[in-house]
């Protein structure tokens, strides 16, 4: 007695192609979900974008080699500056934070300030290394 063989069916053709489809785009479906965070998430003006500050919306500090934040030309901490950054804010929407920093300033103080700005949600944030002076 002679038995029939079935016919091989293609990989195409067999219900493992669509399976392995369905698969792959769940995959990368969860791929796409991840979020990794590196660094600060500001938001950038747009390349074209031109904006109008003026002087008086302006809340200037420096930082110095030692990491002292400086405003109108008096020592203050951190927390001083996060709470005049929020009553300026409060006070005008508008209002640009700028960072003066020495070149020889730690970079954790740096990062300090930038996060007060970032939990203000400042949109007009600004930081420059100051020049050095020749000697």
């Given at each position: 007695?002679?038995?029939?063989?079935?016919?091989?069916?293609?990989?195409?053709?067999?219900?493992?192609?669509?399976?392995?489809?369905?698969?792959?785009?769940?995959?990368?479906?969860?791929?796409?979900?991840?979020?990794?965070?590196?660094?600060?998430?500001?938001?950038?003006?747009?390349?074209?974008?031109?904006?109008?500050?003026l002087?008086?919306?302006?809340?200037?500090?420096?930082?110095?080699?030692?990491?002292?934040?400086?405003?109108?030309?008096?020592?203050?901490?951190?927390?001083?500056?996060?709470?005049?950054?929020?009553?300026?804010?409060?006070?005008?929407?508008a209002?640009?934070?700028?960072?003066?920093i020495?070149?020889?300033?730690?970079?954790?103080?740096?990062?300090?300030?930038?996060?007060?700005?970032?939990?203000?949600?400042?949109?007009?944030?600004?930081?420059?290394?100051?020049?050095?002076?020749?000697?």
């Amino acid at each position: 007695m002679k038995l029939k063989r079935k016919e091989k069916i293609g990989f195409v053709e067999s219900a493992a192609a669509s399976d392995l489809a369905f698969l792959l785009i769940i995959y990368f479906i969860v791929i796409a979900g991840f979020n990794i965070n590196k660094g600060f998430l500001m938001n950038l003006p747009a390349k074209d974008s031109t904006r109008i500050i003026l002087k008086e919306d302006l809340l200037r500090f420096a930082m110095d080699e030692s990491g002292n934040l400086i405003h109108d030309a008096q020592i203050i901490e951190i927390q001083d500056a996060r709470n005049m950054v929020a009553t300026a804010q409060a006070a005008n929407p508008a209002i640009a934070v700028i960072l003066t920093i020495d070149p020889q300033a730690q970079w954790q103080q740096v990062v300090s300030f930038v996060e007060i700005a970032q939990q203000q949600k400042i949109e007009a944030f600004s930081f420059t290394m100051k020049k050095e002076s020749a000697e």
